[in-house]
């Protein structure tokens, strides 16, 4: 039988550079990093995101509308080793997300807004998007570019990310290069930390994260990129 999708909450923050910080330092001595984030501790991610011709994903995330998805390729670290579609999907607060790989020659050719033959041979999610490309010309719109501090506990699939340096670029045929030009979207010394789990967050890592300033905010990367580049 085909199992249910695991639904993850993602809380979002907007935080200064002392807050980051300060909780940078509770989650050293607290959980561990990621371990692809090698010496630097933390690694450089690169999305294309898609929208359709009348920017439904766009009018979506402005209006808050429930049960929304989007498409992106991601890359890590500038490099084509390691090229992910994904189709990341929110409901009734929550999200979702599928993937599956392609290769470089298939990633140049959906960067030109040409969606792959052989429809039948495609996974699901690469089948979707091939689908939405050829009924809703779906095709790329943005590039959205930042570093992530990244620290990891297994128990509830915790995720505690600090995003910085968040950046659009418009010049979609630049993904694949090393550097591509791109303008900061994010006020000076405002960052993004983001607290991803399935069922439970742990509480002493609920009680490390406290700032009497916190607030949750309702913040898309996708948008505010579309919005400001």
Do not use: W
């Amino acid at each position: 039988m085909k199992s249910e999708p695991k639904f993850r909450h993602e809380l979002k923050y907007v935080i200064s550079n002392g807050q980051l910080a300060l909780l940078r330092h509770r989650m050293e001595g607290l959980i561990p990093r990621d371990i692809h984030t090698g010496v630097s501790g933390q690694y450089n991610i690169r999305s294309l995101y898609f929208d359709d011709y009348d920017n439904r994903c766009y009018y979506e995330n402005e209006n808050g509308t429930d049960l929304r998805e989007k498409f992106r390729i991601r890359i890590y670290n500038h490099t084509h080793d390691r090229i992910r579609l994904e189709c990341k999907r929110k409901e009734r607060g929550k999200t979702y997300k599928t993937a599956c790989s392609i290769t470089e020659t298939q990633c140049r050719q959906l960067i030109r807004g040409q969606y792959l033959p052989d429809i039948s041979q495609q996974l699901p999610v690469l089948r979707k998007l091939t689908l939405e490309m050829m009924c809703r010309r779906m095709h790329p719109v943005v590039i959205v570019e930042y570093d992530r501090i990244p620290y990891v506990y297994q128990n509830g699939n915790v995720r505690i990310t600090f995003d910085t340096n968040i950046a659009a670029a418009s010049t979609l045929t630049g993904f694949l290069e090393d550097t591509i030009v791109k303008r900061p979207i994010m006020p000076a010394g405002q960052q993004l930390l983001e607290v991803k789990y399935d069922e439970y967050l742990p509480d002493f890592i609920y009680r490390a994260l406290q700032l009497d300033s916190l607030q949750q905010t309702a913040f898309s990367k996708y948008y505010l990129c579309r919005k400001y580049s």
